[in-house]
Structure formats: structure tokens, C-alpha cells
């Protein structure tokens, strides 16, 4: 009897403990899930005007308690030639696409089946939707969840909505985030009073905000500047959905 109740009580132990472990599964499934679903729930709720999202870095930077500087400025407070600069430097198609720029993202991945380095084809509601929900460095399940998340983000917002939100969350340096701390840190001017050289300097920094300082640029980016510039100047058919 000894035995027979033994076996029963181990039995009995196993089941529970696969039975709790189906628990801790089925948790771990519905939070992934609450996970994959939360950006597309904020993409709506970034809706509302009156709300200013904060990027993963920025949150980064407050668990590591070393603070930032961001100071949120509407979409009309921004230099339009500033726009314009980190669209021709950005994403010149910014307003013809729907999230995706599916002709640069075809050559991406042809590139990568040949062997082939990669180039940038990161758009700029892609390049918001990672500051916003993802996180730096190139892989392609970062990738994977960056393109619906683009295109949903392009689909609910309207072009000036997601303009002013990148422009508010992108990186220009260490602890700096948003295009006013970035005006006044590098040029002692508020976003609405840049000049077309201003602009365009701190456009070409955006790809590597780290290493290219807007405010003491070296030969090689003022050369960037300089045709940033230039294109800015001729972007008008470009620009038509920021601009009547």
C-alpha cells in the first residue's frame, strides 16, 4: 500500500507541476502578445495632439537615471527649412509612400541574398516607429516589426502628425532628443529660426547623431550640408503634403 500510494502522490506531483507549467506558457503567450498589440494601441492613442510620446532611448536614459533634454515644439514651430533638409536627407519620398519605400526595401533585400552589404532604406515613419517602440542595431526581426508597424503608424497619422513626432523624438547627441534642444544646444537658436546651413548640418547628423556634431562639423559633413542645401532649396514638388 506504502508503494502504491507513493507512486499516486508522485503521479499526482508531476501532473501538477506540468499543469503549472502550461499556466506559466499560456502567461508568457499573452504577454507576448499584449507586447506585439501595445504599439499599435499607442499608434492610436499618439493621435491625440496634446500627447508627446517619448522615444525607447529617452526611457533608457531615465532607468539609467541620466536624464535628457527634449523640449516638445508643434510642427508650426519648426523652420520649414529644416523640414525639408531632413526630408531630402531622410527620406526624399517621404510623401509619396505609404510608410514603406518598397523600391529602396526590394534592393535591401536583394543586397542581403547576393552576399552583398546593405544599404539604409529606413523611411521616416520607419525610422520613428524604431525611436518610439523598437530599438537600435540592424537585425531583421527589428525590421520585421518596424515595417507594419510604418505602415500602420503612415495609415493613422496624417504626414505633418508623424513629421512632428520624429522630429520631437529623434536623437541629435548624447542626452539631446527633438529638434528645439537640438537648435538651441548646437546653435543658440529656437527650431522656428534656423537657417538653411543650421538646417541642413543638423539634417546629415541625424544618421549618426553620436559621432556627427552639428555645431563643430568636420570637412567631410559640411560637404553633406552643402548638398543637403542645395536640394532643400528645390524640394517645393516634394513637400506637398507638409505644405499648401
Request: charged share 25%; with cysteine.
Given at each position: ?45 499618439y493621435l491625440v495632439e ?140 529656437p527650431a522656428a529660426k534656423?537657417s538653411r546651413r543650421q ?46
Amino acid at each position: 500500500m506504502d508503494i502504491i500510494s507513493e507512486k499516486r502522490e508522485e503521479g499526482e506531483m508531476s501532473a501538477g507541476r506540468g499543469s503549472a507549467l502550461r499556466r506559466a506558457g499560456r502567461r508568457l503567450l499573452r504577454l507576448g502578445l499584449f507586447l506585439l498589440l501595445l504599439p499599435y494601441l499607442l499608434v492610436f492613442l499618439y493621435l491625440v495632439e496634446f500627447i508627446h510620446p517619448v522615444s525607447t532611448l529617452m526611457l533608457r536614459d531615465l532607468v539609467f537615471l541620466r536624464g535628457y533634454d527634449r523640449q516638445w515644439v508643434e510642427f508650426e514651430e519648426i523652420a520649414p527649412i529644416l523640414v525639408q533638409s531632413v526630408m531630402m536627407s531622410e527620406d526624399g519620398q517621404f510623401c509619396a509612400h505609404t510608410g514603406v519605400d518598397w523600391v529602396q526595401m526590394r534592393g535591401v533585400v536583394e543586397d542581403a541574398l547576393e552576399g552583398e552589404q546593405t544599404r539604409g532604406a529606413s523611411t521616416i515613419p520607419m525610422q520613428t516607429v524604431k525611436n518610439l517602440y523598437l530599438w537600435n542595431g540592424r537585425s531583421f526581426v527589428r525590421k520585421a516589426l518596424e515595417v507594419p508597424l510604418a505602415i500602420a503608424a503612415d495609415f493613422v497619422w496624417s504626414k505633418r502628425r508623424l513629421m512632428e513626432i520624429y522630429l520631437n523624438v529623434a536623437e541629435w547627441g548624447e542626452g539631446i532628443y527633438g529638434i528645439e534642444a537640438a537648435a538651441r544646444h548646437y546653435f543658440g537658436v529656437p527650431a522656428a529660426k534656423l537657417s538653411r546651413r543650421q538646417a541642413a548640418l543638423l539634417a546629415v547628423a541625424l544618421p549618426n547623431p553620436i559621432d556627427r556634431n552639428a555645431g563643430k562639423p568636420g570637412r567631410g559633413l559640411r560637404r553633406l550640408a552643402a548638398v543637403i542645401e542645395r536640394r532643400a532649396s528645390q524640394s517645393r514638388d516634394y513637400i506637398t503634403c507638409l505644405y499648401d
